[in-house]
C-alpha cells in the first residue's frame, strides 16, 4: 500500500469508528464521541453560547465563536440559545443563481444537499472549511482544512447539529451536490491531504471543490 492510499485508509478508520471506546471526550458528565461539538456548561453561567467545543479523540478543543461586524439587515436581533444576532425572517436556503434542479431540491432524480464554505485568513494562516448539510442523519458534515503558505498543516473533520451550525455566520452557501458527487470529494480530499502536507499545494483543493457542483450538458441532458 503506498503513502496515498494507506493515508485514505486511516482518515476513514478515524471517521468510521468514532464511537470506538477511549475516542471520547467527557464535559460535565456528558459523553462526547470523537467529531462531536456542544458548548461548554458553566455551573456560575450556565450553557456558554458563544464557546465551541469539538471532541478531537479524547482531547477537547473549544474556541470563541466570532459574530460579523456587519449584518445584511438594518435592525438584528438578539435571540435566546444563539450566540450571534439573526436578521429577522432570514431563510437558511437561499436561492443559487446559474443552477437547475427538479421539484423538491433533486438534481436528474438525485436528492440534492446545500454545501457551504468559510474562509478565515489570520497571521499568514488560512482555514477553509467545507460543510454539507444532510437530513438523515440531521447534521452538518464540516471539512476543516489549515493551510499555511501553501502546505497543509492540519486536517480534520467535525459533525455539529444544524442548530450549532446556525450560529457560524461566517459560512455562506456556495451550491447544492448530490450524495455521490460527495463521496467523489471525500475520496479525492483524502489522497490531497496527504499529498499537500509534504509540497505546496496552491489550486488542488479549489480544484477539488469544482466537483460538488451540478452541471447539466449543454443539450440539458443529465
Not at 66 to 71: A, M, W
Not at 92 to 117: A, H, I, N, R
Not at 123 to 137: M, S, V
Request: charge should be positive; aromatic fraction near 8%.
Amino acid at each position: 500500500m503506498d503513502s496515498q492510499q494507506a493515508s485514505g485508509t486511516i482518515v476513514q478508520i478515524v471517521i468510521n469508528n468514532k464511537h470506538k471506546h477511549g475516542q471520547v471526550c467527557v464535559s460535565n458528565g456528558k459523553t462526547y464521541s470523537h467529531g462531536e461539538s456542544w458548548h461548554p456548561n458553566l455551573r456560575a453561567f450556565g450553557i456558554v453560547e458563544c464557546v465551541l467545543c469539538t471532541c478531537n479523540v479524547t482531547k477537547q478543543e473549544c474556541k470563541k465563536i466570532h459574530c460579523p461586524n456587519r449584518y445584511p439587515c438594518k435592525y438584528p436581533q438578539k435571540i435566546d440559545g444563539k450566540c450571534c444576532k439573526v436578521c429577522p425572517g432570514k431563510k437558511s436556503k437561499e436561492e443559487l443563481p446559474g443552477q437547475t434542479f427538479d421539484s423538491k431540491g433533486y438534481f436528474c432524480g438525485e436528492e440534492t444537499m446545500p454545501v457551504y464554505e468559510s474562509v478565515f485568513m489570520e497571521d499568514g494562516e488560512t482555514t477553509r472549511k467545507i460543510a454539507l448539510e444532510t437530513e438523515r442523519p440531521p447534521q452538518v458534515e464540516v471539512h476543516v482544512w489549515t493551510i499555511r503558505k501553501g502546505i497543509l498543516q492540519h486536517f480534520h473533520i467535525e459533525k455539529i447539529s444544524k442548530r450549532m451550525f446556525e450560529e457560524l455566520h461566517h459560512f455562506k452557501l456556495v451550491t447544492r451536490t448530490t450524495l455521490s458527487q460527495w463521496k467523489i470529494f471525500t475520496e479525492g480530499e483524502a489522497q490531497i491531504s496527504q499529498m499537500c502536507s509534504s509540497r505546496v499545494c496552491r489550486t488542488e483543493l479549489e480544484d477539488l471543490v469544482k466537483v460538488l457542483y451540478l452541471e447539466r450538458s449543454e443539450k440539458g441532458h443529465c
